[in-house]
């Protein structure tokens, strides 16, 4: 059986305004092993985004721990959590944590040269890029990439230091059928190479794509 590479344990996540209080999270609990893809699923405002910030250590539980590849994540000092976060997890947003003057080779290399990493065998940038489908794109900076071109820079900036687990929000959110189809083929390709793949969406091909789906409902696991 392969082994949990990511374990979260009854997240709760509490947001004050004032005297109002709104639970974003209610006792989500979850297990992601190598070689999976799981789609969190739920209406806007169902806390998916909340999950995913807290199992990557850039929020924290309010309740609750959460361990990446048999380490604690959650209760930490935001720059031990940015060094485990750099070690164990890639993060894919919508292009907006690429370097606006930087090129993609020159975005995944920065990356690479994080502080806090071990030293290891590093996976060479450009071949980095050539897994995410964007090597022919190198040289091109943020503004001149279409939105499918950015999706796959997003990716291979969170390929960058080859981590266990990728988890995406919403990659797929402006791309048409086509173009969502070729992500979602790279983003399995990951979970068959022998990571955990989690995804966060709204669309019908990312369910359909995975092994696995979490649906969430008010800050609750419902199925």
Request: hydrophobic share 45%; aromatic share 2%; charged share 25%.
């Amino acid at each position: 059986m392969n082994a949990v590479v990511l374990r979260a344990d009854r997240l709760y996540r509490f947001y004050r305004a004032g005297d109002e209080e709104t639970l974003a999270l209610q006792g989500v609990s979850l297990e992601l092993v190598p070689g999976e893809l799981v789609a969190v699923v739920g209406p806007s405002g169902s806390g998916k985004s909340t999950l995913l910030a807290c199992l990557t250590g850039l929020d924290e539980p309010s309740g609750g721990t959460v361990w990446v590849d048999g380490v604690r994540l959650s209760h930490r000092p935001d720059a031990e959590r940015s060094r485990i976060r750099a070690r164990h997890l890639g993060v894919m947003t919508q292009g907006d944590n690429l370097f606006e003057h930087l090129s993609v080779l020159a975005n995944v290399q920065l990356a690479q040269r994080l502080p806090g990493l071990a030293r290891r065998a590093a996976v060479p940038a450009t071949a980095v890029l050539e897994s995410a489908g964007v090597a022919d794109r190198r040289d091109a900076v943020a503004s001149q990439l279409s939105g499918g071109e950015l999706a796959r820079a997003a990716l291979a900036l969170a390929l960058a230091n080859d981590p266990q687990v990728l988890v995406a929000d919403e990659p797929t959110g402006e791309l048409d059928e086509a173009t969502e189809h070729r992500l979602l083929g790279l983003l399995r390709a990951r979970a068959d190479d022998g990571r955990a793949v989690l995804v966060a969406s709204h669309s019908p091909a990312v369910r359909r794509a995975a092994d696995r789906v979490l649906a969430l409902e008010d800050g609750r696991l419902v199925g």
